[in-house]
């Protein structure tokens, strides 16, 4: 049966996809011993720079994305994190980003 809550998964197994992820700070909230990481960013201020220079380890990678079409990912998450995100998307009109 699947899990219901994060606290159900163990931390071994938690595999965390985070879109707008600047320079990893969200890694700090997260248990050290987790599965993996992808972070994605369009690295516009250069977060993931240092992103690689703060986390990088074999699990936990980083990823430049400055448009959705271009987003590719063929893994499976449990938890997905967006932190200070939704501010810099444009504004909906007709149900739809301009």
């Given at each position: 049966?699947?899990?219901?809550?994060?606290?159900?998964?163990?931390?071994?197994?938690?595999?965390?996809?985070?879109?707008?992820?600047?320079?990893g700070?969200?890694?700090?909230?997260?248990?050290?011993?987790?599965?993996?990481?992808?972070?994605?960013?369009?690295?516009?201020?250069?977060?993931?720079?240092?992103?690689?220079?703060?986390?990088?380890?074999?699990?936990?990678?980083?990823?430049?994305?400055?448009?959705?079409?271009?987003?590719?990912?063929?893994d499976?998450?449990?938890?997905f994190?967006?932190?200070?995100?939704?501010?810099?998307?444009?504004?909906?009109?007709?149900?739809?980003?301009?």
């Amino acid at each position: 049966m699947a899990p219901k809550t994060i606290s159900e998964i163990p931390l071994n197994q938690i595999k965390v996809l985070e879109l707008g992820c600047f320079d990893g700070r969200a890694l700090s909230y997260l248990p050290a011993k987790i599965e993996s990481y992808d972070g994605y960013d369009a690295n516009w201020e250069n977060g993931l720079d240092q992103a690689r220079l703060d986390w990088g380890k074999e699990n936990i990678r980083f990823h430049q994305c400055t448009e959705v079409d271009h987003f590719t990912c063929n893994d499976s998450f449990n938890l997905f994190i967006s932190l200070e995100t939704l501010e810099h998307l444009p504004p909906f009109r007709d149900g739809r980003l301009s």
